[in-house]
């Protein structure tokens, strides 16, 4: 079966495009959410007695939000890396990836549609040995 550069490139940008833009993804979510969390820690520790539970609470937070960086951050660059290697199950996990990834509004929700709509192309399956 011979492949035309075109299907190459498009089944090749999703892997690229994971590997580049997910790492980056879930760490400026998790900016955002932190920056919010601390603008209210910051005005709730004004009016509380207890600021050091304000804080502490910030902290655990925190802490949840960069273990959850990591870990989306860690499965991305597997899943690329599986990916740029044709493995069969990096497309089975980069559809589930994908599906997640809608979750993102909006830059995520488009990514994550892209990178459906390649991992299910007719093409796509025959590169990576999926029988139809």
Same mark, same amino acid.
């Given at each position: 079966?011979?492949?035309?550069?075109?299907?190459?490139?498009?089944?090749?940008?999703?892997?690229?495009?994971?590997?580049?833009?997910?790492?980056?993804?879930?760490?400026?979510?998790? *900016?955002?959410?932190?920056?919010?969390?601390?603008?209210?820690?910051?005005?709730?520790?004004?009016?509380?007695?207890?600021?050091? $539970?304000?804080?502490?609470?910030?902290? *655990?937070?925190?802490?949840? *939000?960069?273990?959850?960086?990591?870990?989306?951050?860690?499965?991305?660059?597997?899943?690329?890396? $599986?990916?740029?290697?044709?493995?069969?199950?990096?497309?089975?996990?980069?559809?589930?990836?994908?599906?997640?990834?809608?979750?993102?509004?909006?830059?995520?929700?488009?990514?994550?549609?892209?990178?459906?709509?390649? *991992?299910?192309?007719?093409?796509?399956?025959?590169?990576?040995?999926?029988?139809?």
């Amino acid at each position: 079966m011979g492949f035309t550069a075109l299907s190459y490139s498009i089944a090749i940008r999703p892997a690229r495009l994971r590997l580049l833009l997910d790492p980056l993804l879930p760490f400026v979510r998790c *900016l955002q959410v932190l920056r919010g969390l601390f603008l209210r820690a910051l005005k709730l520790a004004q009016t509380a007695r207890d600021r050091g $539970g304000v804080f502490l609470i910030l902290g *655990l937070t925190g802490m949840a *939000l960069v273990t959850i960086l990591v870990v989306t951050s860690v499965a991305s660059l597997i899943c690329g890396y $599986g990916l740029l290697k044709r493995r069969r199950w990096a497309r089975i996990f980069g559809i589930v990836l994908a599906a997640v990834e809608l979750i993102n509004f909006p830059i995520g929700t488009a990514l994550g549609a892209y990178a459906l709509w390649v *991992l299910f192309n007719k093409e796509t399956e025959a590169m990576f040995g999926v029988s139809t």
